[in-house]
C-alpha cells in the first residue's frame, strides 16, 4: 500500500463506489420511465376527472333570475335578443317551448312596460372617528 500514490488510492474507492451505487440508480430510472409512461400513455385513461357534457340542443327555457342566456330558438321566435329586452316584453318566469306558441305578452302598466335595469353599487361612508 506504501507503493500507491494519493490519486491511485482515490479511484479505486471512487470505483468500489460506483459499482455498488449504479445498479440501484437503474432501478430507480427504469421505475420513473415506467410511470412517466404509464401516466402519459393514452390508453391508460387518458384524462382522468369530470368529463364535460356533451351539448345537448334547449327546447325549453324560461326568462327567470338565473338564466344566462338566450337559447336561438327564442330569439328566432320573439325577435328579442336579450333578457331584458325579453321579462320586459313577457315578464319575469315566462316559459318558452321550441315548437310551441309565445307565452301571452304581458299586459302592459300605462302603455309602458317596467324598465329592468341593474341596482347600483353600494357606497359606504368610512366610518367616523
Request: no cysteine; hydrophobic share 40%; charged share 30%.
Amino acid at each position: 500500500m506504501a507503493d500507491q500514490t494519493i490519486h491511485e488510492i482515490i479511484n479505486q474507492a471512487v470505483d468500489r463506489a460506483l459499482r455498488n451505487v449504479l445498479p440501484a440508480i437503474r432501478r430507480e430510472l427504469e421505475v420513473a420511465s415506467k410511470q412517466v409512461t404509464r401516466r402519459t400513455s393514452p390508453r391508460a385513461g387518458g384524462r382522468r376527472g369530470r368529463r364535460a357534457r356533451p351539448p345537448v340542443e334547449m327546447t325549453k327555457w324560461v326568462a327567470d333570475t338565473r338564466a344566462r342566456r338566450v337559447p336561438k330558438f327564442v330569439i328566432a321566435a320573439t325577435g328579442l335578443d336579450t333578457k331584458k329586452k325579453i321579462v320586459a316584453r313577457f315578464g319575469e318566469n315566462a316559459a318558452f317551448a321550441k315548437g310551441k306558441p309565445l307565452p301571452p305578452a304581458r299586459a302592459m302598466s300605462g302603455g309602458v312596460a317596467r324598465a329592468v335595469q341593474a341596482k347600483p353599487p353600494v357606497v359606504r361612508k368610512a366610518s367616523a372617528k
